[in-house]
């Protein structure tokens, strides 16, 4: 079956960086992938996407922070983080679906169990 398996998670002070990883088996031509995260209490947040030619797609808050990126070939998935804020704890999650349009908007076929990421003041 398809896995996604997250890493990289834990916590740190504000204004620091973490990157998160994902590794995808059983499944190596994902169109889109994408990083989801849900603060305690919130709703689920697309927090970017990418296809599979690197094209990458942020929230629009995130954009200056963080970086989404993909290999191909090694078939993962990374999310670096920087300038950490307290409202940026959350559980992580990587996706992955078999078609390769639209990745801000559509529906991911594959998630992770997520990772937890927690900054503090």
């Known amino acids: 079956q398809v896995q996604l398996v997250e890493s990289g998670g834990g916590s740190v002070q504000a204004g620091g960086s973490l990157t998160l990883s994902c590794v995808v088996s059983?499944?190596?031509?994902?169109?889109?992938m994408a990083w989801f995260r849900q603060g305690s209490g919130k709703e689920r947040e697309r927090v970017a996407s990418i296809n599979r030619a690197g094209r990458a797609t942020y929230a629009v808050s995130l954009e200056d922070r963080f970086t989404i990126s993909r290999d191909n070939a090694k078939n993962t998935l990374s999310l670096q983080m920087t300038s950490l804020k307290p409202e940026d704890t959350a559980v992580c999650y990587c996706a992955a679906s078999v078609a390769g349009t639209r990745c801000a908007y559509r529906d991911y076929d594959w998630w992770g169990r997520g990772t937890q990421v927690s900054v503090s003041t």
């Open positions: 059983g499944y190596s031509s994902s169109g889109c």
